[in-house]
């Protein structure tokens, strides 16, 4: 990892993504995770206060050290016991059939070989154990999309390889996951080639 994307960019992502406005998108992926949950894109631990009660431990994967550190006066105070577990979602550090649930927010963006990182995913979660994501990426109409493909280069160059046009649900599809819940949306007060969202849960099968 270079200095920008190791030493910059985490400070940058934590308040972009810390925002008020994706508490309640937060509160809503996070509902319904519980037993041993695997979070991929861990980044500084903005997701903490929203586990609910039914989680017993978080395993996070997060590359950069800095996140880590922003991270760790979110953890100590979480009640729920968070460790550090790996460091590359496209090859996670865990037996087969592992987690009971896993957690992913606004991170298939960003991971250079997300069809790998997915397949990890569902590696490690036991069968009918549930990915619950919410992800910016390819928009519904084609007009937006236009310019999602436009400035996904920039964006990819200023944002540590952040992805504008992924067709989410169709990756998360083609991992062998079952959508069962999903809503697609542009996220309010921003422009919508930055903001279209997919929120819900799929299933290991």
């Not at 960019?9 to 810390?18: A, N, S």
């Not at 695997?38 to 978080?58: L, T």
């Not at 999309?145 to 964006?155: E, F, K, S």
């Not at 079952?178 to 099968?205: C, H, M, N, W």
Request: glycine share 10%; net charge negative.
């Amino acid at each position: 990892m270079g200095f920008y994307t190791d030493r910059i960019l985490p400070h940058i992502t934590d308040k972009v993504c810390g925002i008020a406005q994706n508490g309640p998108l937060r509160e809503r992926t996070c509902a319904g995770l519980h037993g041993a949950v695997v979070e991929v894109g861990f980044g500084s631990g903005n997701n903490i206060g929203f586990y609910p009660a039914a989680v017993e431990r978080v395993s996070g994967v997060e590359p950069a050290d800095t996140a880590w550190k922003i991270a760790a006066e979110r953890v100590a105070a979480s009640s729920v016991p968070v460790e550090r577990a790996g460091l590359d979602g496209q090859s996670l550090p865990f037996p087969d059939a592992t987690f009971d649930t896993a957690l992913s927010t606004f991170t298939l963006c960003t991971i250079p070989d997300v069809g790998a990182a997915l397949a990890e995913l569902r590696r490690v979660l036991r069968p009918g154990a549930s990915l619950h994501f919410v992800e910016h990426g390819l928009a519904p109409e084609e007009s937006v999309q236009i310019w999602q493909h436009r400035l996904d280069p920039i964006q990819r160059t200023i944002a540590g390889g952040c992805h504008l046009d992924r067709d989410i649900v169709g990756l998360i599809t083609e991992a062998g996951f079952e959508i069962t819940e999903l809503d697609r949306f542009y996220q309010p007060g921003a422009p919508k080639a930055l903001a279209a969202l997919s929120l819900g849960v799929a299933e290991r099968r």
